[in-house]
Nanobody, 126 residues
Framework: QVQLVESGGGSVQAGGSLRLSCAASGYIFSSYVMGWFRQAPGKEREFVAQISWGAAVTSYADSVKGRFTISRDNGKDTLYLQMNSLKSEDTALYYC???????????????????WGQGTQVTVSS
């Protein structure tokens, strides 16, 4: 069955960096668009970034553009999110997700994603 397992979260001071990983299994990883979402306490889950099958196309939320980088290693079935210049408002539970193959590439709504990991916590202190 499809499994997505995030890791790499933790506590860091503002201005610091973290690298999240998402190990995928149970499907052909290279055939799917993948994304990262996050949910802060008391807020709805929001889009962070997504990457196309071969990593040629990426998109980011305005709030993380220029600070976060999404990447993937199709040989290792792993998705990454490099987060630099972290801010306190980046504190959230971060999820990786697999996009429904019927969804258009440009869409970023969470309803376009059909499988989700359990999340990894990122806490940024100021």
């Amino acid at each position: 069955q499809v499994q997505l397992v995030e890791s790499g979260g933790g506590s860091v001071q503002a201005g610091g960096s973290l690298r999240l990983s998402c190990a995928a299994s149970g499907y052909i990883f290279s055939s799917y668009v993948m994304g990262w979402f996050r949910q802060a306490p008391g807020k709805e889950r929001e889009f962070v970034a997504q990457i196309s099958w071969g990593a040629a196309v990426t998109s980011y939320a305005d709030s993380v553009k220029g600070r976060f980088t999404i990447s993937r290693d199709n040989g290792k079935d792993t998705l990454y999110l490099q987060m630099n210049s972290l801010k306190s408002e980046d504190t959230a539970l971060y999820y990786c997700a697999r996009k429904n193959p019927r969804a258009i590439l440009e869409s970023t709504g969470e309803y376009e994603y059909d499988y989700w990991g359990q999340g990894t916590q990122v806490t940024v202190s100021s």
